[in-house]
């Protein structure tokens, strides 16, 4: 697979971030950077590596998407099915994570990683994506904390943290990683890439603010 050429670039854009993004793509360097260091057309790509019979070219990834975003039900196991039978298992393994760096910025997992981290293979890509970002109800003690904290989230900057509690800010493409903090390392886990946030804030923003998991992912 070569790299895009810019009218290409205006159609990835438009698929993975919105229709302003594509209006602009000479503001959205970053994400294509990304795209084409995950995809493995980067000269310093990721260190997976993409058989071109997984994704042979740029419309295969979006299609791709688009069986994953058509039933996000589906386990891995089944939306790995879609791919060619020819394609070696590892090759599918490595297209499926990097589909879902460039479509949702989260990180499904190798093999190595710890169980937590991982899209299992009798998982729906729902309850992947839920475990990502677990939520709690939380009690009206916990809702006034919340309201004292709002009152001060201008110090609450990332730089104020680091700057006062002595911690080192590392910078994630991992959409689930963003504020882990590590105290035994000092470090605070901020994700970088803020563009790729506000263009799916413009194409949600005509929806209903408490919009499930299973309906968000098909956006």
């Not at 911690?167 to 959409?175: A, R």
Request: charged residues 30%; proline residues 3%; neutral net charge.
């Amino acid at each position: 697979m070569q790299s895009p050429k810019q009218s290409k670039r205006e159609v990835i854009l438009r698929k993975f971030l919105d229709d302003e993004a594509a209006q602009r793509p000479h503001e959205h360097e970053a994400y294509l950077q990304y795209y084409e260091r995950i995809i493995g057309l980067s000269p310093n790509a990721f260190s997976i590596s993409i058989d071109t019979t997984a994704f042979s070219n740029h419309a295969t990834v979006r299609l791709a998407l688009d069986r994953l975003t058509g039933n996000v039900q589906q386990t891995a196991r089944d939306f790995k099915t879609g791919f060619a039978t020819a394609v070696p298992d590892r090759q599918i393994d490595d297209a499926a994570r990097a589909l879902l760096r460039i479509a949702f910025m989260l990180d499904s997992g190798s093999e190595k990683s710890v169980p937590e981290k991982r899209w299992g293979e009798d998982q729906s890509f729902c309850a992947f994506a839920e475990m990502c970002f677990p939520t709690t109800k939380s009690d009206s003690a916990h809702q006034a904390d919340i309201q004292e904290f709002q009152g001060h989230r201008r110090d609450l900057r990332a730089w104020n943290l680091a700057r006062v509690c002595a911690i080192k800010l590392l910078p994630t493409d991992d959409l689930a990683e963003h504020l882990e903090l590590d105290m035994v390392q000092r470090t605070l886990k901020i994700f970088r890439h803020a563009s790729f946030l506000q263009a799916h804030l413009r194409r949600l923003q005509s929806d209903e603010i408490d919009l499930d998991f299973r309906d968000s992912l098909k956006k």
